[in-house]
């Protein structure tokens, strides 16, 4: 979490800023080949066991085919609507990604998760403030920038 934060903290993005752009999960979802790892070999005890048989039927391979349109939603309770919800997810251990365990985890970020978590004015004024600062902080323009095809990859490596 500690690098997170500080790559965050470059551009101008504090702790609060941080935990609130999180939320975003909140209408995502997370590709298989992300969450194998969790899965495969052994279920991670870290996962809430009330959603390891969805992900797992979700994610029925130990080695996805990377092309694939395998995914799972990142919240399940709610049908794809910006809302606080991802923090309470967060909290019962129903985070997918490694970013999402550490959130409720890390000393730092986990007094604003449970703050966003009990208070969706909270975390819209907190995600609202962020999106600003992001969009006015030196946006790449032109041919300086790109808008990446695949999300987990740089688009002159696929």
């Known amino acids: 979490m500690s690098v997170v934060l500080e790559r965050f903290s470059s551009i101008g993005i504090d702790t609060p800023g941080l935990v609130a752009l999180l939320g975003a999960h909140s209408v995502g979802r997370t590709h298989c080949v992300k969450l194998v790892h969790h899965l495969y070999p052994e279920v991670d005890p870290e996962l809430n066991p009330d959603d390891v048989k969805h992900m797992l039927h979700k994610c029925p391979d130990a080695i996805p085919d990377p092309k694939a349109v395998h995914y799972v939603k ?18 019962d251990n129903k985070g997918l990604l490694i970013v999402d365990h550490r959130l409720a985890t890390d000393k730092v970020t986990k007094p604003y998760e449970k703050k966003m978590a009990k208070s969706k004015d909270y975390f819209f004024e907190e995600f609202s403030r962020t999106i600003t600062t992001l969009s ?6 032109g041919t300086k920038g790109e808008i990446q095809k695949r999300c987990n990859l740089a688009n002159k490596l696929h």
């Open 74 to 91: 990142n919240d399940r309770g709610i049908l794809m609507k910006l809302d606080n919800n991802y923090y309470l997810n967060i909290l």
């Open 136 to 141: 006015e902080n030196n946006p790449l323009t």
